[in-house]
């Protein structure tokens, strides 16, 4: 097969390449390629050149059928919902409806009731966060308000338990997991009945990868006794009401003194902290977060936020 080389161009064709710098703005509609079928080149050598006139057809149709779409297609600017799903949550009302549920109907009625909600695309951290989360908030406030008695609430939250169990494997499967040797201690404030809320926070970390150990809250001195024992990444607090702040700040100071890890990371979490953020640097920790979605985020920040000597 010849080689065409830059010497091999005819003089003719050099002769138009020059010419044309002289020739005026309309002479580009009179600008011949070598290839053009209505070329003088082009008929003169044909006959001499078929493979060279079939490779530059296929090429043509190739680029014109196949690349050029696709490259418009690539680049073509798609609406909003193509690129990102919407997200699919409760409205009040069902979540009003799902309260009513908790109270008053079976199991069987709740299981049906959150499959409806799942079939329609509802993710499984929605169903925790705007769904059981937000169910556990409204009944605290119907027992503030006296609307439900103290044997009401304990049995919807060991409701919501089961359902926090039964949805986990899910949240599992919609997670991307990544292994790791970080661990977590949760600890609820001392005295604290329900703590619902810090269990679907050790969900979250579970899922993100993290090993969770959790405090009963029953001693004001737990979470110290058990930093001093074990290595622990990041402690997380959770606590109902400011009448555990004085608490805090003193726990706080002493999981720093005594932690088998001197750079243990401290979130904090609760109502509270939603309502007041500037509390977190006066009791001491290092960040909060605002569901239990968010708060291995925060954790993982306070671990990369480390310095080379602080590690184990």
Same mark, same amino acid.
């Given at each position: 097969?010849?080689?065409?080389?830059?010497?091999?161009?005819?003089?003719? !064709?050099?002769?138009?390449?020059?010419?044309? +710098?002289?020739?005026?703005?309309?002479?580009?509609?009179?600008?011949?390629?070598?290839?053009?079928?209505?070329?003088?080149?082009?008929?003169?050598?044909?006959?001499?050149?078929?493979?060279?006139?079939?490779?530059?057809?296929?090429?043509?149709?190739?680029?014109?059928?196949?690349?050029?779409?696709?490259?418009?297609?690539?680049?073509?600017?798609?609406?909003?919902?193509?690129?990102?799903? +919407?997200?699919?949550?409760?409205?009040?009302?069902?979540?009003?409806?799902?309260?009513?549920?908790?109270?008053?109907?079976?199991?069987?009625?709740?299981?049906?009731?959150?499959?409806?909600?799942?079939?329609?695309?509802?993710?499984?951290?929605?169903?925790?966060?705007?769904?059981?989360?937000?169910?556990?908030?409204?009944?605290?406030?119907?027992?503030?308000?006296?609307?439900?008695?103290?044997?009401?609430?304990?049995?919807?939250?060991?409701?919501?338990?089961?359902?926090?169990?039964?949805?986990?494997?899910?949240?599992?499967?919609?997670?991307? =997991?990544?292994?790791? *040797?970080?661990?977590?201690?949760?600890?609820?404030?001392?005295?604290?009945?329900?703590?619902?809320?810090?269990?679907?926070?050790?969900?979250?970390? =579970?899922?993100?990868?993290?090993? =969770?150990?959790?405090?009963?809250? *029953?001693?004001?001195?737990?979470?110290?006794?058990?930093?001093?024992?074990?290595?622990?990444?990041?402690?997380?607090?959770?606590?109902?009401?400011?009448?555990?702040?004085?608490?805090?700040?003193?726990?706080? *100071?002493?999981?720093?003194?005594?932690?088998?890890?001197?750079?243990?990371?401290?979130?904090?979490?609760?109502?509270?902290? !939603?309502?007041?953020?500037?509390?977190?640097?006066?009791?001491?920790?290092?960040?909060?977060?605002?569901?239990?979605?968010?708060?291995?985020?925060? *954790?993982? +920040?306070?671990?990369?936020?480390?310095?080379?000597?602080?590690?184990?």
């Amino acid at each position: 097969m010849t080689r065409t080389t830059p010497q091999a161009l005819s003089t003719e !064709a050099q002769n138009t390449a020059t010419g044309s +710098a002289e020739a005026d703005t309309d002479a580009w509609s009179e600008v011949r390629l070598p290839f053009n079928n209505d070329s003088p080149t082009w008929i003169q050598k044909r006959l001499g050149r078929p493979e060279a006139e079939e490779r530059m057809n296929r090429l043509v149709k190739t680029l014109e059928a196949e690349v050029i779409p696709r490259l418009v297609e690539a680049h073509r600017v798609k609406p909003i919902s193509e690129v990102l799903p +919407a997200v699919v949550r409760p409205t009040p009302a069902e979540v009003e409806e799902f309260v009513q549920l908790l109270l008053h109907r079976d199991d069987a009625s709740i299981t049906t009731f959150i499959a409806a909600l799942r079939s329609r695309g509802m993710s499984v951290d929605v169903v925790f966060l705007d769904l059981l989360a937000t169910a556990a908030n409204r009944f605290g406030v119907l027992w503030e308000d006296d609307s439900c008695d103290f044997t009401e609430v304990t049995i919807v939250l060991g409701r919501l338990q089961r359902l926090l169990q039964a949805l986990s494997p899910l949240l599992a499967a919609e997670s991307e =997991v990544s292994a790791n *040797a970080r661990r977590v201690l949760l600890v609820p404030s001392p005295g604290d009945q329900h703590t619902f809320g810090l269990s679907m926070v050790a969900e979250f970390f =579970v899922h993100a990868g993290w090993e =969770v150990a959790s405090g009963q809250g *029953a001693c004001p001195d737990e979470a110290v006794d058990m930093v001093s024992r074990e290595w622990f990444d990041v402690i997380g607090f959770s606590v109902g009401s400011d009448a555990r702040l004085d608490w805090l700040t003193t726990c706080i *100071a002493s999981v720093r003194q005594m932690s088998r890890n001197p750079a243990i990371g401290v979130l904090v979490g609760g109502p509270v902290f !939603a309502a007041n953020p500037e509390y977190v640097s006066i009791v001491g920790a290092d960040a909060t977060s605002k569901d239990g979605k968010q708060a291995p985020i925060e *954790a993982a +920040a306070l671990i990369s936020n480390r310095g080379p000597g602080d590690c184990q």
